[in-house]
């Protein structure tokens, strides 16, 4: 679209009561859309292709809801709106956003970094806990990278999917990348028993599967693992057969519905840490039908806790990160590294030992930022969704492994309004709002009504610069400590 005409179109939508999102205006196939900002944000849209999308006219223009539909005519017509796949060659980072209002602060904030920015990525248990689909979240990345105008590409990514049916509904959606979550089929029980009973089950196991383990690693040297000691061996089978397999069959149905998508396969959420001869034997099996993953997820030792720092020994996971790194290498995928919000004492290492080709994924800190927001403008709304998450934390508690302590956390009633953004500074205080959003943003009262949902949104709809700019110091620090020397 030339200077004239955004000029023209600007003034008319100002006549009209709205304001333009200047880096959204943008024209493709002889049709102009931009993002406006009324009551509510709407894209304008004129020209050859008005018809594609629904909405009201009005001075020959049509005015329309940001909903699925319309996102749908809008990645058709500007492909970049649409989610692509992560590069192999260059970090790729998650960033959750449970509100689907985050996407231009992190546009924002990714834009002085060589990453790539999957800015569409939940979990179905976040999407249960928000009341929302896949193609919600593919519809408000599109929308959020329409009106902050960014260019580079940007992915979906459906996380910890567990079922066939969760991968088809990220497909459907548009997703260029899957999760999957192998935990149900893992037997991380087998960590914690005796080698005689190891025997005992390992025993039990069909003799040609045995069999073919047997033949395949024992009693020979691997790449990077070494030999793999017959216990270890067995351990292996009886804890991981049965994910291998699941892992297979997922990846065959997405390759039936036509692949061209990234494959994570994640092995984070178990009891134990992975060794790396349990990695080895997961990706040659997988290799060995043709399987490859874009990333691993192993789990890591200490605690990688939500919205808080690592816990637990640095040296340690800097020897399990240089091993993994090393077979992610040999086989030819990335890294990826989970609960990676505000882990900024790993950043620096995880980034050096990967050179930066891995994945992290963030998810709830853009929600806590939201939040931090709330505490900054209007204090008394911010005291009542603190006092309301204090009463939801224990049923909140049963779908998150957190070690809070609500008594560490201020009374309120001993803070000023202006201390209120300190609480998230506060890890006890953190985690309180990290892990009760789905109860804050769902709470109803008699008459059915949302209790905090509605007028929370209206607020961060009034103050979405300052969202902006909380997202982008705060995962710019991300960004900033992962491509830190160290
Ligand atoms: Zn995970």
């Not at 800097?318 to 091993?323: F, V, Y």
């Not at 290498?329 to 900024?344: A, M, N, P, Q, V």
């Amino acid at each position: 679209m030339n200077n004239q005409d955004a000029g023209i179109w600007t003034d008319v939508l100002r006549r009209m009561g709205y304001t333009v999102y200047p880096a959204s205006m943008d024209s493709a196939e002889e049709t102009f859309c931009a993002m406006v900002r009324g009551s509510r944000k709407l894209l304008a849209v004129s020209g050859k292709r008005a018809g594609d999308f629904a909405g009201e006219r009005a001075d020959g223009m049509l005015l329309c809801s940001p909903n699925r539909e319309n996102a749908d005519a809008l990645m058709r017509l500007f492909p970049y709106t649409a989610p692509a796949r992560c590069p192999k060659d260059s970090l790729s980072m998650g960033l959750g956003d449970r509100l689907g209002i985050a996407t231009p602060g992190h546009a924002s904030s990714v834009a002085a970094y060589d990453v790539f920015p999957v800015f569409a990525q939940q979990s179905v248990r976040e999407l249960n806990l928000t009341g929302r689909t896949f193609k919600d979240i593919v519809a408000a990345a599109a929308f959020g990278v329409f009106e902050a105008g960014y260019k580079k590409g940007y992915g979906a990514d459906g996380d910890h999917l567990k079922t066939i049916g969760e991968i088809d509904a990220a497909l459907d959606a548009g997703c260029a990348m899957i999760t999957l979550d192998c935990s149900n089929h893992i037997h991380a029980d087998i960590a914690h028993l005796e080698d005689a009973e190891v025997e005992r089950l390992y025993g039990n196991l069909p003799e040609d599967l045995r069999t073919y383990y047997e033949s395949r690693y024992s009693q020979r040297e691997h790449p990077v693992v070494g030999k793999i000691e017959r216990n270890v061996l067995r351990r292996i089978v009886l804890t991981f057969h049965e994910a291998v397999e699941y892992a297979k069959t997922c990846h065959a149905h997405i390759m039936q519905r036509g692949g061209g998508v990234d494959f994570e396969l994640s092995i984070d959420e178990t009891s134990a840490w992975t060794l790396p001869c349990e990695h080895y034997v997961i990706a040659n099996e997988l290799e060995q039908v043709g399987v490859r993953p874009t990333s691993v997820a192993p789990h890591f030792c200490g605690e990688f806790e939500k919205g808080i720092d690592y816990r637990g020994d640095l040296a340690e996971l800097t020897r399990q990160l240089i091993a993994h790194q090393q077979l992610a290498e040999h086989f030819g995928y990335k890294l990826s590294l989970h609960s990676g919000s505000d882990k900024f004492s790993v950043f620096p290492v995880f980034g050096s030992i990967t050179k930066r080709r891995a994945h992290l994924k963030t998810a709830g800190t853009s929600w806590l930022e939201a939040m931090r927001v709330v505490a900054q403008k209007d204090p008394a709304l911010y005291r009542r969704v603190h006092a309301y998450a204090l009463e939801a934390f224990d049923k909140a508690r049963e779908y998150y492994h957190v070690t809070t302590e609500l008594d560490r956390i201020p009374d309120l009633s001993d803070l000023a309004d202006g201390e209120l953004p300190l609480l998230f500074q506060m890890d006890d205080a953190r985690q309180l709002i990290h892990i009760t959003y789905g109860l804050i943003l769902n709470e109803k009262n008699e008459k059915g009504d949302y209790v905090f949902r509605d007028v929370l949104y209206a607020l961060w709809y009034e103050n979405e610069e300052s969202y902006i700019h909380a997202l982008r110091d705060h995962i710019g620090r991300h960004l900033q400590s992962v491509f830190a020397e160290v």
